[in-house]
């Protein structure tokens, strides 16, 4: 039985028009929007979830069927699935196994394949820290073996996303970085947000703002300030006001009163 289609007949079963109608207005999808011409069913994500639980075991070979769909909502279980199997995956027993890791590498790459296919942002936040931003932080088969040859590897993938001329490709190598702030290496976070500074888009703008926001939470509050200080008269002040949140009311008001562009 083809998994795959038996999957996106279920989920067009569940439409909702209604919804369908809020969720079109809520990601952009009008004309010159940024979401333009997406489609949507209208289901809300825990039903989207629903299914990804009841069809975790479909064939990797399977998945790209629901990545090439018109629906916003089966190109999200695609990827959640995805997610599902490269966490299973990354359990700590299997963490240097030699199959697990072809096997997560395996994931990446289809994940790379088909990352203009996660075409507005919650495709991307909902997939990219937990298989790439994770792929970061573990072994892998793809490099040479020594630590250094990993860590330039990684760093150029990343690198191509980053210089991609893709918003979606660009906003996975920023926002992957929610991962490894979370294990306590700001060493991505700094890089890519350094990056992207100038990025023109205001959801580039957003994404780095809490990217720094949450490195400076998990990480040190001082790298932040840090940052801050080198780039703050330069920076969007919509990027600047998501990467102070966190910060007392005070000092958020500092940070705001010096003049930035945007």
């Known amino acids: ?8 007949g279920y989920m067009e079963s569940l ?11 809520f990601f952009k999808t009008g004309p010159g929007e940024y979401g333009e011409g997406d489609e949507f069913l209208g289901l809300k ?3 989207t979830r629903e299914v990804v639980q009841a069809a975790k075991n479909t064939p990797l070979s399977e998945i790209p069927q629901l990545l090439l769909s018109r629906w916003h909502e089966v190109r999200l279980c695609g990827l959640l699935l995805l997610v599902e199997r490269f966490e299973k995956l990354s359990a700590k027993r299997f963490m240097h196994d ?12 289809l994940y790379l394949k088909y990352a203009e296919r996660a075409n507005n942002w ?9 298989i790439l931003g994770h792929w970061l932080l573990l072994p892998t088969a793809l490099a040479d073996r020594t630590e250094s040859d990993v860590h330039d590897y990684k760093r150029q993938v990343l690198d191509q996303l980053a210089q991609s001329d893709n918003l ?12 490894t702030s979370q294990q306590g290496d700001a060493s991505w976070c700094l890089r890519y947000a350094e990056m992207h500074l100038h ?3 205001d959801l580039m703008h957003k994404a780095v703002g809490w990217m720094l926001r949450e490195m400076g939470k998990r990480v040190s509050t001082d790298l932040l300030r840090a940052f801050l200080r080198q780039h703050v ?17 005070t000092e958020r008001k500092e940070w705001m009163s010096m003049p930035t562009q945007g």
């Open 15 to 25: 439409r909702n028009e209604e919804q369908r109608q809020v969720l079109m207005r």
């Open 233 to 249: 008269h330069h920076m969007p002040r919509t990027t600047l006001r998501y990467a102070i949140e966190k910060l007392s009311e």
């Open 122 to 130: 919650d495709l991307v936040d909902l997939s990219a820290p937990k």
């Open 199 to 201: 990025h023109p888009h």
């Open 1 to 8: 039985m083809d998994k795959a289609k038996e999957i996106i």
């Open 45 to 47: 994500v825990p039903q």
């Open 98 to 109: 030699k199959e697990a890791t072809r096997q997560r590498d395996e994931i990446l790459m």
């Open 168 to 179: 979606w490709r660009q906003r996975m190598s920023i926002v992957c970085t929610w991962k």
